[in-house]
């Protein structure tokens, strides 16, 4: 009978510690994903960025070419 109660005590070990290698595992795939979702949603925001930027050295080109033609026009 002992035998079977150890038997038993020995696999819930077992299981316990392979539950606890399996939520590791889990937490470190999470830890990842979160870091690559951060990392994409920088790269985002830096295109956006620069988009914007050159949009608005665009904006300001077309600004001073118009103000250059009215001064011409004077």
Do not use: C, F, G, N
Not at 18 to 40: N, V, W
Request: glycine content about 0%; overall charge negative.
């Amino acid at each position: 009978m002992y035998t079977t109660v150890w038997r038993y005590s020995e696999k819930q070990e077992e299981l316990q510690l392979i539950q606890d290698k399996l939520i590791a595992q889990m937490r470190e795939k999470k830890s990842d994903e979160d870091a690559r979702i951060q990392s994409a949603i920088e790269e985002r925001e830096a295109v956006k960025a620069a988009e914007e930027a050159e949009k608005e050295e665009k904006r300001a080109k077309m600004l001073e070419s118009i103000k250059q033609h009215r001064i011409e026009q004077v």
